[in-house]
């Protein structure tokens, strides 16, 4: 194990310090390091492994699933709802104005689908906030923020 | 006034959404003393009496519900409360916990109290963090005031983490537990082995938020809407091409006309101003065209009729401009992305519905379609696969909606 893997496990095995070893805290645990990491590496998923006493094959099954814990390195993402109402109201738009404001930044846009929000559309989801109504320049705004906040 | 609010708290209310005085002016705190005062089988019965049916899409009986996890053997039985909503077009769940969060939670307390849980869950979608920190207020205020909290019943919230198929029940408790949310092969149903094995209530945040109002007045007071079929008031979600979108709480046997036109409710139809179609309940909802919006009315019955129904609440409306081989293409995406890929039919049905849509072939390859689709109906294990094909199916059946044909 290299110096770095070792900090890795140290601060997860803090983060996750109090929860019960237990299989059913995976998915709390998970929420835990990506809100910490963004991105779940090999080396964190081994640190829960570690840290929870479960399998890292099975820690690995169960984060690939979900779409949340599918950063990209290093970047933050910014949902753009493109589904079917959102689309009707102008999404496209919101979605060539991420994309160009994130060029050279640390974020990275992805679109998504339905986030509930139709009757505020289009929508955006950026950090743990949701853009109501979202206008192309109130979304390239909230990506040239990210980081600065 | 077309508008009610039981479900939805009166907008004069000043009160937190999540505090103490919330709870008392909604006659919640009453609904739980009373509850707490009356044994499983009389709360069982005033659910039955009341003829709630689940909100989050099946219309299952809840009464009939709770009876089935009251009598199951077990020592440990779970309660849960489905706030996945991640439903093309649905968003009355989040409305409902944003302006009124401890209603769901008073009956999900119900519940547990029911059928005898001691642990509940609130498993939420991962995009609703607001949301999320509105619930948990209000899960603080119920267990200052003692009614929640270990050693009585314990809540806990769970945050999804972007999974649609985690919204389907037996996903969701593969979720809790830790695993792949995939769907399990049901029998065995939740109501006998749910979480670990044991018997679980899983029910919609609409469904216990109606649970709440029943206990704060009684049956009777729940019939004064509705209509004979089916009483009390439901929630509506209106997007797309319409002039007011939001959420409305209407009556059941409401015209759908009314829903999208009436001034307090939809207010009418925007875009180009004509209506081509409305998706009715979601993804796997049904299209109806504008002479069909025009005959139903908002009850199981009435929709039956087209071969429609209420699903998750959500309406989408869209005007004459709109192509909905697009919609469908949108729609035949997004099944083919969200199926779990657990059994044949629905890995390959979704995913070849989306190439047929992708390169046009909607209008023209209807034999296939139909052969898909009812491949997927009756071969799939989850409601996912067995009901992705039905927007699909229910415009080939309506050859009037493909304008461009
Ligand atoms: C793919 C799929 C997704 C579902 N998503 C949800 C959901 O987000 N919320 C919900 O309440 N029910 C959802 N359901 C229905 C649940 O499986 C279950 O029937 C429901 O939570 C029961 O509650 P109710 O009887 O109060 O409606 C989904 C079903 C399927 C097949
Ligand atoms: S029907 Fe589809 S989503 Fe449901 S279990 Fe089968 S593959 Fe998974």
């Known amino acids: 194990m290299d110096t770095q893997d070792l900090a890795i496990n140290t601060e997860v095995a803090a983060l996750l310090q109090g929860m019960p070893r237990d299989r059913s805290q995976l998915l709390p645990a998970l929420w835990r390091v990506v809100d910490r990491y963004q991105e779940l590496t090999p080396g964190v998923i081994d640190a829960v492994s570690q840290s929870l006493n479960i399998p890292y094959a099975e820690v690995y099954g169960v984060a690939s699933f979900y779409t949340l814990f599918d950063n990209a390195p290093g970047k933050v993402p910014v949902h753009i709802c493109t589904d079917v109402m959102c689309a009707l109201q102008g999404a496209g738009s919101l979605q060539e104005a991420a994309e160009d404001a994130a060029l050279g930044r640390p974020v990275a846009v992805r679109e998504s689908a339905c986030l509930g929000q139709c009757d505020h559309a289009p929508a955006a989801w950026i950090g743990s906030q949701v853009m109501r109504r979202a206008t192309p320049e109130a979304v390239r705004a909230a990506v040239k923020a990210v980081g600065h906040e | ?405």
């Open chain 2, 1 to 405: 006034m077309n508008e009610v609010r039981r479900l939805l708290p009166d907008l004069r209310s000043a009160s937190g959404p999540a505090s103490p005085e919330r709870l008392a002016e909604r006659g919640f705190d009453q609904a739980l003393t009373k509850a707490w005062a009356m044994s499983s089988q009389a709360i069982i019965d005033e659910v039955t009496a009341s003829g709630i049916k689940g909100r989050g899409g099946a219309a299952f009986p809840t009464g009939l519900k709770w009876s089935s996890v009251n009598k199951a053997e077990g020592q440990t039985k779970y309660v849960v409360m489905n706030a996945d909503e991640s439903e093309l077009g649905t968003f009355k769940d989040r409305v409902l916990l944003e302006e009124d969060p401890l209603g769901a939670l008073v009956g999900l307390l119900i519940a547990a109290h029911a059928v005898g849980a001691r642990k509940a869950f609130c498993y939420i979608r991962g995009e609703y963090r607001e949301v999320e920190q509105m619930l948990a207020k209000a899960i603080d205020t119920l267990t200052q005031l003692g009614w929640a909290g270990p050693g009585r019943i314990d809540v806990e919230i769970r945050r999804g983490a972007g999974a649609y198929i985690a919204g389907e029940e037996t996903a969701l408790f593969n979720s809790i537990e830790g695993k792949r949310p995939e769907p399990r092969v049901k029998p065995p149903f939740p109501t006998n082995k749910g979480l670990w094995g044991s018997p679980t209530l899983i029910q919609n945040v609409e469904t216990l938020a109606n649970v709440a109002i029943l206990f704060a007045h009684d049956a009777q007071w729940f019939a004064e809407y509705g209509t004979k079929a089916t009483a009390g008031t439901k929630l509506v979600a209106l997007s797309g091409h319409i002039q007011r979108p939001g959420v409305y709480e209407v009556p059941f046997g409401m015209a759908l006309a009314d829903i999208l036109n009436a001034p307090d409710l939809g207010g009418g139809v925007a875009g180009s101003g004509r209506l081509r179609a409305v998706l009715l309940g979601g993804a796997a909802g049904t299209f109806l065209s504008p002479d069909e919006v025009a005959q139903s009315q908002l009850d199981y019955a009435s929709l039956g009729a087209f071969g429609a129904s209420i699903g998750s609440g959500a309406v989408m409306v869209f005007d004459d401009t709109v192509d909905l081989q697009w919609v469908l293409t949108k729609l035949a995406r997004f099944f083919a992305d969200e199926s779990c890929g657990q059994c044949v039919p629905c890995r390959i049905g979704t995913q070849r519905i989306w190439e047929i849509a992708e390169k046009g072939g909607l209008w023209t390859r209807t034999e296939d379609l139909r052969e898909l689709g009812q491949a997927m109906r009756d071969a799939s294990i989850c409601g996912l696969g067995q009901t992705a094909p039905l927007a699909l199916l229910s415009i080939l059946d309506r050859p009037g909606l493909r304008q461009d044909v």
